[in-house]
């Protein structure tokens, strides 16, 4: 019965799958960033006010196993912070946007969905998430990078 779900699955999600993909910033040549201490480590911001918040802009994490994709988006969040300083909370409301991968068994991605919430305000953001193509991993426009100690070496 599993079985016969998963051939459905496949089958839905990759005749819903334009041919042409509409991802507008993949780059096979993108690292994924270090981390340290459950954080990306980010230095950089996005020039495009798109980056993030268009999901023909997402933020391409890069291939990784479902399982993997809570704590890299964690990972992600963990090193920004709202443009005063405010702590960020976020949780994936859904998926879309089916487009074609060389990177998945049934030749397919989706894009993440998150909200993201600034604490001390009713704001909030829609996030798009792609953890099947690379691309140069940034902190998007309206927020910022959060300010951590240097370790001494």
Request: charged share 25%.
């Amino acid at each position: 019965m599993k079985y016969f779900f998963s051939i459905i699955t496949a089958l839905l999600l990759t005749g819903c799958v334009s041919t042409e993909s509409t991802l507008k910033n993949v780059d096979n040549t993108a690292k994924r960033p270090s981390f340290t201490d459950g954080r990306y480590i980010l230095t950089e911001y996005a020039q495009d006010s798109k980056y993030g918040f268009d999901p023909d802009y997402p933020v391409n994490i890069g291939f990784i196993h479902d399982k993997q994709e809570t704590i890299n988006i964690t990972y992600y969040f963990n090193a920004l912070e709202g443009p005063n300083g405010e702590k960020i909370s976020f949780k994936k409301v859904d998926t879309c946007c089916p487009f074609p991968t060389k990177n998945n068994t049934m030749g397919a991605g989706t894009i993440g969905i998150y909200e993201v919430t600034l604490e001390g305000t009713t704001k909030k953001l829609t996030m798009y998430f792609n953890t099947f193509e690379k691309g140069k991993i940034l902190c998007p426009k309206g927020l910022s990078l959060k300010k951590f100690p240097t370790r001494d070496k």
